[in-house]
């Protein structure tokens, strides 16, 4: 009996044995073919942004740095600094030129802060700067040209000026981890003498004649980048509501392909929108600045813009109060 059914026991016992040393084969197999570096997904880059708004280092800032912060420019930023150090790139609005030179030109809210002001903005972790605003001129074209000479020597780019024209409306961009982000400055405040020319220096000055080569200018940049920004200083001191061409602007900007478009000068903070695929804040206030006369001068807000496989994920406003000392606080 046991002679009959031997053969059949070591052939089911084979047929087990060969049956799972197969599963074991096609298994590890599987496994093989699901970790190779062509199957597994590739790891979304992430990069950060911060933007902030009007940053002046003269007058009564440069009052308490001298009295509260015994001559040392990282005082204004020391609330926030290590705050900002997070983002990969850092942006915003220098009201005020740095130089020893220059004569004062402009009204009496004329801002030329001493030339240690830079190491301020140094410490804060500055990469980009726009000086298209109305005090570029306040003294002069040799204080303006200087500002430029002091800020790139510390590695912090300037957009919105230049030595001439090609240079003052050109296209500003920043790789961060194989992502390209671009940066456009303009402003419409002060003459129109205070325009870049061919031979001469000078800043990105537009009116709404304008448009159609700031549109060209835009779908071109876009062009070369992931990420367009475009900042703009327009608009009227301490009005809550944009000028009609704010808005315009905006929006003609966002329909040439930019991703977003920040403003400066009101120095409140002014509603945003999100407008088709890009996003709008009018105007971001105020971050550091002596206007200690309304709260809504001692506010602004920083943005924080995460950006993911070449794309903005997402856009987060944060409030920032500026307290007695002209400190930036979150």
């Known amino acids: 009996m046991m002679q009959r059914i031997l053969p059949w026991l070591i052939f089911i016992l084979f047929v087990i044995l060969t049956g799972t040393a197969l599963l074991f084969i096609i298994d590890d197999f599987s496994n093989s073919i699901i970790n190779t570096p062509e199957t597994i997904?590739?790891?979304?880059?992430?990069?950060?942004?911060?933007?902030?708004?009007?940053?002046?280092?003269?007058?009564?800032?440069e009052l308490i740095i001298e009295s509260q912060g015994k001559g040392d420019y990282n005082f204004p930023f020391l609330k926030i600094a290590d705050y900002l150090k997070e983002a990969d790139v850092l942006f915003g609005n220098l009201e005020n030129v740095i130089s020893d030179k220059g004569v004062k030109v402009g009204s009496i809210y004329s801002f030329r802060a001493e030339p240690e002001a830079v190491k301020g903005l140094v410490f804060a972790g500055f990469d980009v700067l726009s000086l298209a605003n109305n005090h570029a001129f306040d003294y002069g074209r040799a204080a303006l040209e200087d500002t430029f000479l002091r800020l790139k020597e510390t590695g912090i780019s300037c957009v919105g000026a230049g030595l001439d024209q090609e240079e003052a409306f050109s296209l500003l961009i920043k790789e961060i981890k194989d992502i390209?982000?671009?940066?456009?400055?303009y402003t419409n405040l002060g003459p129109e003498v205070w325009r870049a020319g061919n031979q001469n220096s000078g800043i990105a000055w537009i009116n709404i004649e304008d448009f159609?080569?700031?549109?060209?200018?835009?779908?071109?940049?876009?062009?070369?980048?992931?990420?367009?920004i475009v900042s703009l200083h327009a608009g009227e001191e301490y009005k809550k509501a944009p000028s009609q061409f704010q808005i315009d602007?905006?929006?003609?900007?966002?329909?040439s392909g930019a991703d977003l478009i920040i403003g400066h000068h009101s120095h409140v903070i002014q509603p945003n929108e999100k407008y088709k695929d890009g996003w709008i804040f009018y105007s971001l206030g105020n971050f550091i600045f002596d206007q200690d006369f309304s709260e809504e001068t001692m506010k602004g807000l920083l943005l924080k813009v995460i950006i993911e496989?070449?794309?903005?994920?997402?856009?987060?406003?944060v409030n920032i109060q500026i307290n007695d000392f002209f400190q930036s606080e979150i």
């Not at 590739?42 to 990069?47: H, L, Y």
């Not at 602007?249 to 329909?255: E, G, L, N, Q, R």
């Open 41 to 61: 997904l590739p790891k979304k880059e992430t990069v950060s942004l911060i933007l902030v708004g009007d940053i002046m280092l003269d007058r009564g800032v």
């Open 309 to 317: 496989d070449d794309q903005i994920k997402e856009v987060i406003p």
């Open 249 to 255: 602007f905006a929006k003609m900007a966002i329909d």
């Open 212 to 228: 159609s080569r700031v549109e060209e200018d835009i779908k071109r940049a876009k062009k070369e980048v992931d990420i367009l």
């Open 180 to 185: 390209k982000i671009g940066f456009l400055a």
